[in-house]
Structure formats: structure tokens, C-alpha cells
């Protein structure tokens, strides 16, 4: 019996210095600063994923949303199997808010992950390809949706912003290109 509570103290003494400074880590800690998703090509276009990405309850901050496009960003997104839509910023949001509450995301939760970037840029311009995959959040073993989005990105102010995106949804006769794969 002493020997086996030596044995526990033993492992507890070596344990505990291992797990600890991951449970509370050294020093201030400092909240992710808001604006350097707007720092890079890259950055921007997974922050806004992220920024859509929600488990159940209110949602997406709409308006820090909107805050990745130019006023004038235009969107063209896969409606139905035969037909594409081309939208503003403000109807597209608004169009992702109604699929919210059509599909009962709020009980749900909803993400959208970068499965694929493959990035182009030079100056103060940038394209994106993203295969991404959407998905409910509930259950957990819900099937996801992959997709292809094509990005236009630009750096003005100091800052990187969307000025389009075309989305395109594999279907037989259009699969996503090999390079993408």
C-alpha cells in the first residue's frame, strides 16, 4: 500500500509539471487584435470563413461580416442547380440570414471550412480559390456540401478588402478542377 502511494505521488509529481503551465500560461494574455485578419490576402479571406462559422445560438455578427467588403463588392452565388445569382453585399448577407433561419441554423450552428487555398497575388491585388465545406454544426455527423469559391481581393487604406466572389458547387458534368483537389 505505501508503495503504490508512493508510486501515485511519484506520477502526480511528474504529471503536474507538464500540465499546469498548459492550463495557465505565462504571462498577460492579450485578445487576438480584430484588425490583423485585414492584414494579409490570406488572413482575409479565412477570416471571413471563421466569421460565418457559429455554434448554436445568435449567429454571425452581421455588420463584422459586411466589414470584409468594398461598399461596391459584388457576389455571385450557386442558387439552384441550373441558376446563379449575382448580389451586393447587402443582399447577400441578407440572403445568407434568411438560409439561417430557413435551415434552423441558430438551433444548429452552422461552418464553413478552407479544405483548399491556393492563392495568387501581386502588389496590392490577389485571386483566391477556396474549397471549402459547409456544414450544420448538429449533430455532429452531418453531412457537409463542398463548394468552390473564387476571390478578388485589393489593398487600399492599408488594409486588404473583398471586391468579388463567384461560388460554384461541384455537381456531375462540374467537378472542382484538378488542381483544386
Not at 506520477?11 to 495557465?24: E, K, N, Q, R, T
Not at 487576438?32 to 455554434?55: C, H, I, W
Not at 450544420?136 to 463542398?146: I, M, N, Y
Request: net charge neutral; proline share 9%.
Amino acid at each position: 500500500m505505501i508503495m503504490a502511494s508512493k508510486t501515485v505521488v511519484l506520477l502526480i509529481g511528474l504529471i503536474l509539471p507538464v500540465f499546469i503551465p498548459a492550463a495557465f500560461p505565462a504571462g498577460p494574455q492579450t485578445a487576438p487584435d480584430p484588425q490583423a485578419v485585414f492584414s494579409s490576402p490570406e488572413s482575409l479571406v479565412r477570416g471571413l470563413y471563421a466569421a460565418v462559422t457559429f455554434d448554436p445560438g445568435p449567429g454571425p455578427d452581421w455588420e463584422y461580416v459586411k466589414s470584409f467588403f468594398l461598399p461596391q463588392a459584388v457576389i455571385v452565388v450557386r442558387k439552384t442547380r441550373d441558376a446563379m445569382a449575382v448580389m451586393t453585399v447587402a443582399e447577400f448577407v441578407q440572403w445568407f440570414i434568411d438560409d439561417v433561419e430557413r435551415h434552423k441554423m441558430k438551433e444548429r450552428g452552422f461552418e464553413e471550412n478552407v479544405e483548399k487555398l491556393k492563392l495568387t497575388s501581386m502588389g496590392d491585388i490577389a485571386q483566391a480559390y477556396v474549397v471549402y465545406k459547409a456544414r450544420f454544426k448538429t449533430p455532429a455527423d452531418a453531412p457537409g456540401q463542398v463548394g468552390l469559391d473564387s476571390w478578388t481581393v485589393m489593398k487600399k487604406d492599408g488594409r486588404w478588402w473583398i471586391v468579388s466572389c463567384a461560388n460554384e458547387i461541384p455537381a456531375p458534368g462540374r467537378p472542382l478542377p484538378e488542381d483544386l483537389r
